[in-house]
């Protein structure tokens, strides 16, 4: 007996509702263990939402009453809602919420004008709470979450065991949940002003750990830090080929190193990764916290690693004059950009520089570097082969978004002195080329052997948003051919090439990213839409992504060593794998951006009154966000559009006014002043200047 059988009598019989009873004799239960097992599944399928309990014991299909389940989120008005898809969501007054707090599970009752109301609490998303210790007149100390969709009270119940003072922030564990949250501070992260206390307060808002427990970090400290004669065994000895590694100026851990040669045919191009699975072993407590943090997250001027920094910047790490262990992707190329034939295979290397982005842009701009002299010609074919491999990505349909980032730069107190676009020139693409072919080489050998792989999905845009997309493109004076299910990553890349060198490029381009899915885990080739690949994994990242260190798991024991016994075990745990990894991955996006919006606020809080030219990025019921050069972006809020009543039209992104007939639109230029910059909320207002009175 299962709960789909239950379910499918309680659904497709003709009564309205059944008791227990009713239910044991429909599916020929006689026995007391039948009759307990019955009531246990009737439990979960009341806990799942897919049946309801009537206040008399009986049992009815949860749509025949308005019940389901969602995740709820709040806003800072206190209304809830549980979206059912990208248009349409339950909407829930505050005084319907009944406890659930943003971003609980629920149960909820709705009606036909999909307003809900919590029925029960399924699942808690906060347990622990970041937040800062304030005083009123009288001196009392308060605690407010940092998070404004928090809006319960707290009551700290240990508040006597510290020495609190105004500005304190700290992380207190929920007891009691209710209108006033009971809770006890578990750890005191500083004030508020202190240096890196603002960060720090972000990551561990968002669950990202600082610290590895002891039991992980004695693990890891036990593992040598030499490579031993034993573990050269089985590799291929790579030592007297140049390799080098090509990063960040600031980058501390190493995953991947290239070699490059001439051939008759072409070109041979080896990525050398990180052999992390070699150190990290399945099942060990340094391979659960790394399943548990699923990547390292990368926040302006620090780094929260997967693995601890004995490994990640130590032994894993291609660190240069050291022999390491890797897993290398041996591909021999064309004078076409095309794959001709390859090998993987475990190796040993010994990286003959450390290369930044930085010093090769230069020798590649002719500049001379007399340290690196005698091995630029190593750097000239690698841009001859990634400048033909790019030629090959873009007629495959991969769309370069060319999308503006920031880089933000901070003194040693962790203060803004600058926001500034961040240049990415060649040796970036360059190195992004290399690292993408190796991915979806592995990617298609692991394909064609029916082998278990993570791979990295990118699925087809949703048609309502890529529909927008179209229509706005349309006004601008583009137009795509055929219908807008055939339109493809081609079409798409031919669309941004056709507005590269126009002023509304910037729009079409985050547009068009907006219009797109998000790329997840995934245990199905389901294939890379932006890149225009039909396999795709990560491979390439295993000190920091917990996705490759499960690819480079799967060559080790299928390829490798073939070791078979475990193969279907290990292929069912892939879609667990890629849950967690998608959600591990969001998560610690998310932090990252809240740390650059807090950065950038703190930036125009020092330039408050100031105007700036900007263009319109973005426009909404409530108003319209401009972006500035530098890629800082604030709200102009209609109410702050004093000369006329505007309205939002949809189709065409746009603010008209109702009297004037003026507009706004995506992509127009406009003067603004910064009036706000709150970093409480991390957000920042302008206001429309009409005359121009200087800019920045």
């Known amino acids: 007996m299962e709960k789909e059988q239950i379910l499918k009598v309680i659904k497709e019989n003709k009564k309205e509702a059944y008791d227990i009873k009713d239910l044991a004799l429909l599916l020929n239960m006689t026995t007391t263990s039948e009759f307990v097992k019955l009531n246990k ?22 749509e025949t009453v308005k019940i389901a389940k969602g995740i709820i989120r709040i806003n800072a008005r206190g209304v809830g809602y549980v979206d059912l898809s990208e248009d349409e969501s339950i909407v829930f007054d505050p005084k319907d919420l009944h406890g659930a707090m943003h971003l609980d599970e629920v149960s909820y009752r709705y009606d036909d004008s999909h307003h809900g109301k919590v029925v029960k609490i399924i699942h808690r998303n906060y347990k622990y709470v970041i937040g800062t210790f304030s005083a009123n007149r009288k001196g ?12 319960s ?52 808002s968002f669950d990202v750990d600082y610290e590895f427990s002891q039991e992980v970090l004695q693990e890891a400290n036990a593992i040598n830090q030499v490579v031993s004669e034993q573990e050269y065994q089985g590799r291929r000895d790579l030592r007297d080929i140049y390799t080098c590694t090509i990063d960040g100026d600031d980058a501390k851990d190493f995953d991947d190193a290239i070699s490059i040669s001439k051939s008759e045919s072409g070109y041979n191009l080896k990525v050398s990764i990180a052999d992390v699975s070699h150190y990290v072993k399945e099942h060990s407590l340094m391979d659960k916290e790394a399943f548990k943090r699923g990547n390292s997250t990368y926040v302006l001027d620090r780094v929260v690693p997967m693995l601890p920094h004995v490994l990640s910047n130590g032994i894993c790490s291609l660190n240069p004059n050291v022999d390491r262990l890797a897993i290398t992707c041996d591909m021999d190329l064309d004078e076409q950009g095309n794959v001709t034939n390859y090998q993987l295979y475990p190796s040993v290397i010994n990286s003959n520089h450390r290369m930044t982005y930085h010093q090769v842009n230069q020798l590649l701009d002719g500049i001379e570097i007399q340290e690196y002299e005698d091995s630029k010609h190593h750097f000239i074919l690698m841009q001859e082969l990634a400048s033909i491999i790019q030629r090959v990505r873009k007629n495959e349909g991969a769309i370069d978004f060319d999308k503006q980032e920031a880089e933000i730069v901070l003194d040693n107190k962790g203060k803004v002195l600058d926001v500034h676009l961040r240049i990415r020139k060649g040796a970036e693409r360059m190195i992004e080329s290399f690292m993408i072919l190796a991915n979806e080489t592995v990617a298609t050998h692991l394909r064609w052997l029916e082998y278990p792989c993570l791979y990295r999905v990118h699925e087809l845009p949703k048609e309502a948003k890529l529909r927008q997309f179209v229509s706005f493109v349309n006004i601008l004076g583009y137009k795509f051919k055929g219908h807008i299910t055939n339109i493809d990553s081609v079409s798409l890349q031919q ?33 890379h839409y932006g890149l225009g690949l039909e396999n795709y994994c990560h491979f390439t990242s295993p000190i920091r992504r917990y996705a490759d260190l499960i690819v480079h798991r799967s060559l080790r024991k299928y390829c490798f060593t073939q070791d078979f016994h475990d193969l279907e075990a290990f292929r069912l745990k892939m879609e667990e794998y890629g849950q967690q990894t998608s959600s591990c991955e969001r998560k610690s996006a998310d932090a990252e951006f809240a740390v650059v919006d807090l950065k950038k606020c703190e930036y125009m809080k020092q330039h408050l009154g100031q105007v700036f030219k900007g263009v319109i990025s973005s426009i909404t019921k409530f108003g319209m966000y401009v972006e500035l050069p530098n890629t800082i972006e604030g709200l102009v809020h209609v109410k702050d559009l004093n000369d006329d009543h505007y309205s939002y039209v949809e189709s065409s992104l746009m603010l008209i006014g109702q009297r004037t007939n003026k507009t706004y639109k995506l992509g127009q230029q406009v003067m603004v002043k910064c009036v706000s910059a709150n970093l409480e909320t991390r957000t920042i207002d302008f206001v429309l ?4 009175r200087g800019n920045k």
């Open 41 to 62: 599944l009737l439990n979960q399928l009341v806990d799942e939402c897919l049946i309801f309990q009537t206040a008399k014991n009986k049992f009815v299909p949860a």
């Open 140 to 151: 009392t100390l308060f605690f407010d979450a940092d998070d404004r969709k928090i809006l």
């Open 153 to 204: 009270r707290f009551k700290i119940l240990n508040q006597k065991k510290y020495h609190l003072v105004d500005g304190l922030k700290a992380q207190v564990e929920i007891v009691s949940y209710g209108d006033m949250i009971q809770a006890n501070i578990v750890s005191i992260i500083g004030h508020k002003n202190d240096p890196g206390v603002d960060i720090k307060s972000i990551l561990m």
């Open 495 to 527: 669309c941004l090439e056709f507005f590269k060198e126009k002023e509304e490029y910037p729009v079409v381009s985050t547009l068009m990213l907006r219009s797109m899915t998000k790329a997840r885990y995934d245990a199905l080739p389901l294939g």
């Open 689 to 692: 200047v009409e005359k121009r």
